[in-house]
């Protein structure tokens, strides 16, 4: 029988517990591991939270940590840095959001799940609400990648490295990778993101949140240097066996013409492969770059389970608002083809 336990402190039983669980766990990711949890309510001081512990016959079957919100709302932990749920979860979801409802009506409160990466349409007899969160294109690599990359977009980035000698890569896994943290800052200081409203390390919560991150053994970045410049990065998280999910990208826009994203993503790919890995995840969001690099496509839900009113209206106004957004969109996508003659204006990798 399933039964749930509620505690309001990370106490050494549950660390134990949840390194456990994690490491035997098919569905384990860095957002659902002990470390993620740690660091961001240490960079971000919180200390309203819970953490609910599912047990099967006193064998733990998941671990749930939420923050309180106003109206007895209980949300994952992540925020805007947050890609896949920080759920930890073994047998049956079916059975894990059956007993968590049972759990919020008994308390009268709303937990919220965000960036779900599980089937969600197996828990619709719950009554759950289901919202539509983020594409999540990716790579498998098993695949010959003359299938997934365009011949002609194969020889294009061959012919930009063939002809500059001077663009080279480095490949960095596992706690390595806190040496060269500092030059992701740095590159993002010389991106177009800063520009655009868009760079992340402005902050310094977040420069610290992926410091952390990089004293861990589930980070891996890639640099691409032009004569020992560094001009462009992507940092990932290597968690799940086997697959790499890329989590933050930026490139010198001096450099822009080299397309040092595209020769990024086509080394790593390249490397991945090589190494043996079996899924190269683009993670949240979708782009002309991305598509350049990608067949596959998942979808992430967030999932509101027993939603109060306050949660039901805010869903409300945040569908119409994306419908208006949306018809808006496709004005101006008409004005615009009209305009320049059915010419589309080029896009840029819009992840982190």
Known sequence: MLTIK????????TKQEWIKLWHKDINRNYFNSLWWFQNYISVYQIHQYIILKGYNNNSIQFILPLIKKPFKNLVVVGGRYLDKVSFLYDGDMK???KILKKYCIE??????????NFDVYCIKEQKCITEFASDNPYVSLSQNLDLVIKKKERKH????????NNLSFKT?????????????????????????????????????LFRNISKTDYSMLCI?????????????????PGNFMAYHMAFDKEYSHFQPGKLVIYHLLNYLKMEQYDIFDFSRGNSLLK????????KNYNIYINPNIFVKIKLIYR????YFKHLVKKFLYKIMRHNNGGNHAKCNYNGR
């Open 6 to 13: 509620e505690i309001n402190k990370l106490d050494f039983k």
């Open 95 to 97: 059975d894990n959001i």
């Open 107 to 116: 308390n009268k409160k709303t937990i919220i799940l965000l960036e779900c």
């Open 157 to 164: 980035i061959e012919n930009i490295l063939r002809k500059n």
């Open 172 to 208: 960095i896994s596992g706690n390595g990778v806190q040496d060269y943290i500092d030059i992701i800052f740095d590159i993002e200081s010389r991106s177009n993101k800063i520009k655009k409203n868009k760079a992340l390390f402005i902050d310094e919560k977040a420069k610290e």
């Open 224 to 240: 691409l240097y032009y004569n020992d410049i560094p001009i462009a990065h992507m940092i990932g998280l290597i968690a799940t």
């Open 291 to 298: 598509k350049h690099f990608s067949i596959e496509n998942k």
């Open 319 to 322: 569908t119409w608002i994306k």
